[in-house]
């Protein structure tokens, strides 16, 4: 596609279910990289793919968050058990490969947790 | 361990120039990026500056960076009122070169017409 895309824009659920979201990356990018925004704690990482697997999951918060890439393409995060703090924007972003790669972003997907 | 910071708040007039500054504590980051963020949309790189670097310019930006003092600055000339955003500071994770992002906490630049 022509950018990185995301979906849903917006989620909006209740404290103690799971959610899915879901990032569609650049064709042909091989890796692929989610972020959250919050107000407490700004732009964090969270964890990258290159291809498949996951070399990178330190900036997961919590085991209730996990994330898998299929087919070198579309990734998911999911969070489960949501909680208040889990309210945020996750970000994704991909780029060509790693390192110095510029990595391109996606709109976010607002969470809301109540 | 790494971190990145700003200062969160810009104030400027239309036509004056804006200079964000940052400061990073890795010094085996490879890469610094500026990234805006306008309301609601997500990250657009504006530019990026290889560590062995010490100026770059590109149009109206000007990125300077002082890796002695692990400083590193935005100059936005001609402040136009769309230049109104966050402005992140981001370094590479360098030791590793995942391409892993550490930001900053963001600049809101607001621009007075």
């Known amino acids: 596609g022509a950018g990185v895309s995301q979906s849903p824009s917006n989620k909006v659920t209740e404290k103690g279910k799971d959610v899915e979201l879901r990032c569609d990356p650049i064709?042909?990018?091989?890796?692929l990289y989610w972020y959250r925004q919050s107000l407490g704690q700004g732009l964090e990482f969270l964890i990258y793919?290159?291809?498949?697997?996951?070399?990178?999951k330190s900036g997961l918060p919590s085991d209730r968050f996990s994330a898998e890439r299929t087919g070198g393409s579309v990734s998911t995060l999911t969070i489960q058990r949501t909680q208040q703090e889990d309210s945020a924007v996750y970000l994704c972003?991909?780029?060509?490969?790693?390192?110095?790669?510029?990595?391109?972003f996606g709109p976010g997907t607002r969470l809301t947790v109540l | 361990g790494e971190d990145v910071e700003q200062s969160l708040f810009l104030s400027v007039r239309e036509g004056d120039s804006s200079v964000i500054n940052c400061t990073y504590t890795?010094?085996?980051?490879?890469?610094l990026y500026w990234y805006k963020q306008e309301p609601g949309a997500g990250l657009q790189l504006l530019t990026y500056?290889?560590?062995?670097?010490d100026m770059k310019q590109d149009q109206r930006l000007t990125v300077l960076l002082n890796k002695k003092d692990k400083h590193l600055s935005l100059r936005i000339a001609d402040t136009q009122t769309g230049d109104s955003a966050i402005y992140f500071c981001?370094?590479?994770?360098?030791?590793?070169?995942?391409?892993?992002?550490?930001f900053g906490q963001g600049t809101t630049l607001q621009v007075k017409p």
């Open positions: 972003a991909s780029s060509p490969g790693l390192g110095a790669d510029t990595q391109y």
């Open positions: 064709s042909g990018h091989t890796a």
């Open positions: 793919f290159q291809g498949n697997s996951a070399p990178d």
């Open positions: 890795d010094s085996s980051s490879t890469y």
């Open positions: 500056i290889f560590s062995n670097m």
């Open positions: 981001a370094e590479s994770h360098g030791s590793s070169n995942t391409g892993k992002l550490i």
